[in-house]
């Protein structure tokens, strides 16, 4: 790339003068890096393939420069990340081929150049995920006679040598295994290849300097993607043709949002795993002012949160906790890590055939089947079993009402949108009058339905004697009306409030006309988790005592899991073995239902959109319709003891509800008459019973209309 192409056609010329002024730059000679340096005005210090300008920076001749994410993370504690930029690719990328001669996990030996840093050490992972470990050496001659020149062998191939040997004739009968497309089969992350990476110290000297870097580079990558000709310039300048090259460049995103930042430090955990990383770093980012927009299509970490710091301190203020984001449960975490490392090497084919075989499966089978991109087989599997112990032919819903009675609670959840704080009227805060509840139970009565979900916040100002006046007074208007009611935490509040054991209380509820007890307020059931989402709630023991309490009581109760926050794979894990456990003791959980975290308008979602929340390097990615059809069908086969899996339509719309039929539900959940809390985060799907009828019929099954206690009320 001659600095001739350099052309200052993108930001000010206040950034440009800047960053020429303080700043020494690298620049990698390849094409996936000609975007950024396009239009950019600024000629390098140093260029060179990547083993040159890591080289380069870890040395402190340059100060900042695109580097291998590896090498990056290996001098982590001497670097600081510009927020926006970085280069990866969400599948294939076209610029990274192990090239064989026998199929991927055939082979024994790979031959490797010295620039393929980030990707040897991805290449190992990839081949350590599939059981084997081929052993690496130099290239030292042409890749098609390294290849004729012995059996079950590979050569690894990055940038533009590898762009090149897709067309090479000599080439074209060997096996091309992309290691993007790889990575995100096993992952479903993207793969970030290399990342801005700027010297402490230059930070320190010149911050105003790499904010603006990171502008400029922003704006001339935007600016790229909108010039009509810039493509054909690459094109020309790399000696490749104008379509390859716009192929290439669609591949490649340029961003680093949350997606790439869960990507990358998933790949780092992995290396340290495998032995290739000493220590997974806890990157930190140049302090950038918020852009206007993000024009490289995905959100940019700066427009987020300019300021995480700023925004742990108003969390902890929020949820009442000064501990609540420490890191100090390491020891916790490396189990949590041990496990997913186990589940990673178990045989997905094993765990399922087990399943099918009536063995139950344990956590590490669990996690590998979470950590596994094999969607439709554990979704065949997971259907399969939930044939065996509901009607094959049948699909239950049930028409009830969620009637959230007050939106006062003390309890302060990061995740929670729906609540406000007792006393404040003025911003939306609400106690429904026993009137207004009874109202609403008969219209829901009139509209065909059986049953209220009635919960709210921990409203101090409610003692038992309030619930029991008013569990009373719906059954004189309603007799048979079920009250599907409150949660364990709110038991445990009522129990503190006034100053009864939480049998007691469950006792005196159940006189007053309490049916059954949901499985609300479990979120992970992991305190490590609750400590950081609800420190002031009900802890992991207490939840679990309520409803142990209850089921000895003979009051029917479910269970649920709320995922997609702060908790690591192994900890969705940890949470299915606690129902599972208490399952096993009094088989009193009818159902189980889980859903995703909703995000919006939460404490917790602006934590985590800006990266700030305890050990988020290792979280797993935001979950997708993907995500959610897995955990379900895991959860169904995990839980071989509880017999009703419901699919979350009100979270995931009522396509992928109607999906999740497919993937161990035989429940489609209630048609939602009212809902309040999910609809408060932003998410407002909504249905009719003939919606549900045509939706279950649809996918070839028989609607039931059913009550609370999986009782037939209408056969459709």
């Known amino acids: 790339m001659s600095d001739a192409t350099l052309v200052p056609s993108a930001g000010s010329d206040a950034d440009r003068e800047l960053v020429q002024r303080e700043l020494r730059l690298g620049r990698i000679d390849f094409l996936n890096m000609y975007p950024m340096h396009w239009a950019l005005g600024i000629g390098p210090t140093a260029s ?18 695109c580097m291998s994410s590896i090498e990056y993370a290996r001098h982590a504690d001497e670097l600081v990340l510009l927020p926006s930029m970085c280069v990866s690719a969400e599948g294939a990328v076209g610029s990274i081929f192990a090239i064989s001669n026998v199929p991927f996990e055939d082979v024994t030996d790979v031959w490797v150049t010295p620039q393929t840093a980030t990707s040897v050490v991805l290449y190992q992972l990839l081949t350590r995920l599939r ?35 897709r067309g090479a004739a000599q080439l074209a009968k060997f096996v091309f295994t992309d290691l993007g497309e790889r990575w995100l089969s096993e992952t479903g992350l993207p793969m970030v290849y290399a990342v801005w990476a700027v010297r402490r110290e230059a930070v320190e000297r010149a911050p105003e300097a790499a904010a ?68 997974v ?17 995905a959100p940019s970490p700066s427009a987020v949160a ?20 420490d890191e100090v449960d390491d020891e916790h975490i490396e189990l949590c890590l041990d496990l997913e490392a186990d589940g990673r090497a178990r045989d997905v084919d094993d765990v399922l055939h087990r399943a099918l075989d009536g063995q139950r499966i344990d956590e590490v089978d669990a996690l590998a089947l979470l950590q596994s991109s094999r969607l439709m087989d554990i979704g065949q599997v997971a259907h399969a079993l939930r044939l065996q112990k509901t009607p094959a032919d049948e699909i239950t819903f049930i028409v009830d009402r969620n009637i959230n009675y007050t939106n006062y609670c003390s309890t ?57 006046e008013l569990f009373r007074a719906i059954k004189a208007a309603h007799p048979t009306f079920h009250l599907h009611a409150l949660s364990p935490p709110e038991i445990q509040h009522i129990s503190k409030r006034s100053k009864l054991s939480v049998g007691d209380v469950l006792a005196r509820l159940r006189d007053a006309g309490m049916d059954s007890l949901p499985g ?48 690591l794979l192994a900890e969705r894990a940890l949470h299915l073995k606690a129902v599972r456990d208490v399952q096993d003791e009094s088989k009193g959980f009818r159902s189980f239902t889980s859903w995703t975290f909703q995000p919006g308008g939460t404490p917790l979602g602006k934590l985590l959109e800006a990266g700030a929340a305890p050990y988020q390097r290792h979280l797993p990615p935001t979950p997708t319709p993907f995500t959610y059809l897995l955990t379900q069908a895991v959860g169904r086969i995990y839980l071989d003891n509880l017999d009703n899996v419901q699919s979350s339509w009100v979270t995931q719309g009522l396509k992928v509800g109607q999906a999740a039929l497919f993937f161990g539900a035989n429940d489609m959940g209630s048609i939602m008459i009212e809902e309040n809390v999910v609809s408060s985060a932003g998410t407002t799907f909504r249905a009719t019973t003939e919606d549900f009828v045509h939706l279950i019929g649809a996918a070839g099954f ?9 009782r037939t009320v209408t056969t459709y």
């Open 212 to 279: 603006a870097l990171d502008r400029l580079l922003v704006e001339g990558v935007a600016t790229f993607g909108r010039t009509e000709d810039a493509v054909e310039q690459a094109a020309q300048h790399f000696s490749i043709d104008a379509h390859s090259a716009r192929a290439y460049f669609d591949r490649l995103h340029y961003g680093f949002g949350r997606d790439e930042r869960k990507g990358l430090l998933r790949y780092l955990r992995m290396a340290n795993e495998q032995g290739f990383l000493g220590v």
């Open 702 to 710: 028989t609607p039931v209309q059913r009550d609370t206690l999986y």
């Open 48 to 65: 060179g393939v990547p083993t040159d300008i890591n080289r380069a920076i870890i040395a402190g001749d340059i100060d900042v420069a």
């Open 306 to 325: 300019s300021d995480p710091e700023s925004l742990r301190r108003t969390y902890l203020k929020t949820v009442g906790s000064k501990r609540a984001l």
């Open 520 to 567: 609300g307020g479990g979120e992970v059931l992991v305190d490590r988790v609750r400590r950081v989402m609800a420190p002031k709630k009900t802890r992991t023991d207490d939840w679990l005592g309520v409803m142990r309490t209850a089921q000895r009581m003979g009051m029917s109760t479910t269970a649920s899991m709320m995922y997609g926050h702060v908790e």
């Open 412 to 468: 302060d959840c990061g995740f929670c949108a729906f609540y406000r704080r007792p006393g404040d009227e003025a911003g939306g805060g609400y106690l429904h009058s026993a009137e207004t509840i009874i109202e609403k139970v008969r219209e829901t009565v009139e509209l065909g339905g059986t049953a209220a979900l009635l919960q709210g916040g921990h409203n101090p100002d409610l003692d038992i004697e309030w619930y029991e």
């Open 281 to 297: 770093p806890q990157p930190t980012y140049v302090d950038v002012d918020a852009p206007a927009g993000d024009e490289l299509g």
């Open 131 to 165: 059981g084997f470990r081929p052993e690496i050496h130099l290239l030292e001659g042409a890749p098609a006679d390294v290849l004729a020149a012995g059996e079950r062998r590979a050569v690894l191939l990055i940038g533009d040598d590898a762009l090149a040997a």
